[in-house]
């Protein structure tokens, strides 16, 4: 992907927030992201399978003691997917500004 | 949103992003209320311990205060462990400022040195139990502070963040 390419998937803004979230943890349990996002456990199980499913994100299932856990983490892949994004959407934003710029220029 | 974000939109979704990884880094305050509560009692039986076994018992004493710091540092360090204190995150080292690590090791230090010195101080101080009552201060400054300095920590280091690993600080 080019540096500048918009993700189609990160263009979803709860799969970007999930994202954005897991960016800045090594790792993160499904309830905390669940009540982090304002999602219900069913709609974050869906986003999380597509993430999964494109290798952005990585689940992890076990147990403390009898209760099950599941936590999830950013890949790399969607580490780097992020990133791209981001400067895609800085990208969207300069060129605004600029246009802006121009347009008064003009004026 | 659409294929093609319009500027307004690409606006919003980088401050959510910004905003979603303060929301991970605030995290880092969140742990079970009985970990303050387990440390205090800790600290306070290692102060009040030489009281009433005498000197002899500071080498056991401390080799089980040593333990529990241990225990907690690799209880922290897994995913099992973390979930047994209430974190429910493991925020990536490289979102803490360098700030944020000297406030800790500083807290660390005084805690420590603290304990040390007022286990390893020779009996004949004309207070009796004074220990004890050290104990009882510390103890309960850190069962009343410890979630409360979490906070603190917080609050001076999060204006450090950003820079380098922050994707999300650019020119919007």
């Known amino acids: 992907m080019a540096p500048t390419e918009l993700d189609p998937v990160l263009l979803d803004p709860t799969r ?17 992201v669940r009540e982090s996002v304002g999602a219900s456990a069913s709609a974050l199980s869906k986003q999380v399978t597509t993430l999964g499913n494109h290798g952005y994100v990585e689940v992890e299932k076990g147990y403390v003691g009898k209760r099950p856990r599941t936590w999830l983490n950013l890949s790399q892949a969607g580490r780097a997917a992020l990133e791209s994004h981001v400067v895609a959407l800085q990208g969207i934003l ?4 600029q246009a802006a710029e121009a347009r008064q220029d003009n004026a | 949103m659409t294929e093609r974000p319009t500027a307004a939109e690409a606006a919003r979704a980088l401050q959510d992003v910004d905003e979603r990884r303060d929301q991970a880094f605030s995290s880092t305050q969140r742990e079970a209320r009985w970990v303050s509560v387990v440390f205090g009692i800790v600290i306070f039986l290692f ?3 030489p009281d009433f076994l005498g000197q002899e018992a500071v080498s056991w ?6 333990a529990t710091f241990i225990t907690y540092g690799i209880l922290q360090r897994t995913r ?9 995150t493991s925020v990536r080292k490289q979102e803490f400022s360098r700030q944020y690590f000297r406030n800790v090791l500083l807290v660390l230090l005084v805690l420590v040195l603290t304990v040390a010195l007022a286990a390893l101080v ?8 004074w220990r004890t009552g050290l104990g009882v201060v510390l103890g309960g400054t850190l069962i009343y502070f410890g979630p409360r300095s979490r906070d603190w920590l917080f609050t001076k280091t999060k204006s450090g963040r950003g820079g380098p690993g922050s994707v999300a600080h650019g020119s919007h």
């Open chain 2, 47 to 49: 102060l009040a311990i």
């Open chain 1, 16 to 32: 970007l927030s999930i994202v954005s979230l897991l960016a800045g943890v090594e790792w993160a349990e499904f309830a905390w």
């Open chain 2, 61 to 66: 004493s401390s080799w089980a205060f040593i």
């Open chain 2, 80 to 88: 099992r462990g973390a979930s047994v204190l209430g974190r429910p």
């Open chain 1, 94 to 97: 300069e060129t605004s500004r």
């Open chain 2, 122 to 129: 020779p009996d004949g101080l004309t207070v009796p139990y």
